[in-house]
Every structure is written in structure tokens, then in C-alpha cells.
């Protein structure tokens, strides 16, 4: 069993890329560069599907391990992100099928940032509209599900997306719009 060595130098230097390249040459201490770079953002994606803290944590594990067992077949065609993204989707996506689709997406709220309390008013209006995406959430498919988690909240373009979904680029675009459209109905029914 491969172990990550957590408390490497950081790299500054070196680009995703090179990374990615150093790892397929059997450098660990590149792979720990990769897994301070994008654990916690993968970990947030990872979090957005799943909702369970420990299934998330072995995902991001796997995850990386594969990175390390994968890094000499990676061929520059996505960023180094969108390739790391798309390894954890295909691992969250077989999750999701042998356990079905029971998760609850409530897990996210508690995920999210503390700030001062605002307006009692605030507060309940905020917190439906937080119920409501995180209920919607849970009702769309996977397919939009994710497409909707990796572009809009993760960030990552639609060719980059539908890369990581290894989907056509107009495949993923019609997800997300089918996606945004429900959760626009859905926060318009709340306000």
C-alpha cells in the first residue's frame, strides 16, 4: 500500500502538469503537492454528492490513490483538476449505484460557513431557501447533480465538465441548463 506522505514541502514551482508527470515517475512527494492542492477542493465537490463525512474522506483517499496509479496514462487533454475531479466522479458514481440513490443532501447545510446572525426575518427567509436547494439537490438526477456541482459551484468550464463526465460538451450543457432551470423555479416558489 502506497502511503501519501501529508507533511511534504510545499512547491510552489512546479505546475499541475509537472505534478501529474513527477507522480508517473514515482516521486511522492509531487503527489503530496497534488493532495495539498486539491484535497479540500475535491473533498467540497465529493461533499455536494454524498453528503456522508466518511464515505467522502475514503473517496478523496481512493481518489488520490488512483491519481498515483494513474499519472502515467494522463494525457494533458483537461487540466490536471478536471482529470482529479473526474476520477472521483466515476468513484462517487459507482458509490451512488451500489447504495442507490437514499443519500440525503440536508448533510450540505451544515457544511457551510458560520457569519453573524443577521435578522430573525433573514434567517428564516435564508434558511428555506437553503432547505429548498439543499431538497432540490437531492431530487435532480445524477447526471444533473453533477454537472450542476462542477460548473457552478466547483467552478470548472462546461468543456472542462463535460471532459472530467466524459460527456459531449452539449450533453453536459443540456444537464446544467435543465438543472438551473429547476433550481430557479424552485427558489422562485421559496422567495
Not at 170 to 181: I, P, V, Y
Request: aromatic fraction near 6%; glycine fraction near 6%.
Amino acid at each position: 500500500m502506497t502511503v501519501i506522505p501529508l507533511l511534504a514541502p510545499r512547491s510552489t514551482t512546479r505546475d499541475d502538469v509537472d505534478l501529474v508527470r513527477a507522480c508517473a515517475q514515482g516521486d511522492q512527494l509531487a503527489l503530496a503537492e497534488l493532495h495539498r492542492r486539491f484535497a479540500a477542493p475535491l473533498w467540497r465537490f465529493l461533499s455536494r454528492l454524498l453528503g456522508d463525512a466518511q464515505e467522502i474522506e475514503d473517496l478523496v483517499q481512493a481518489t488520490f490513490i488512483d491519481v498515483w496509479r494513474g499519472a502515467a496514462g494522463f494525457r494533458g487533454e483537461s487540466a490536471v483538476k478536471s482529470w482529479i475531479f473526474g476520477i472521483a466522479h466515476n468513484k462517487a458514481r459507482r458509490l451512488i449505484r451500489g447504495y442507490g440513490r437514499k443519500r440525503a443532501f440536508l448533510d450540505l447545510l451544515t457544511l457551510l460557513p458560520q457569519s453573524p446572525a443577521p435578522a430573525i426575518d433573514d434567517q428564516t427567509s435564508d434558511r428555506r431557501i437553503l432547505e429548498r436547494v439543499a431538497e432540490l439537490l437531492g431530487e435532480l438526477t445524477p447526471e444533473q447533480r453533477s454537472a450542476f456541482v462542477l460548473v457552478d459551484l466547483e467552478g470548472i468550464t462546461t468543456v472542462e465538465a463535460a471532459r472530467a463526465l466524459s460527456l459531449r460538451p452539449g450533453t453536459l450543457r443540456r444537464r446544467l441548463f435543465d438543472a438551473r432551470r429547476r433550481l430557479k423555479k424552485a427558489l422562485t416558489e421559496v422567495s
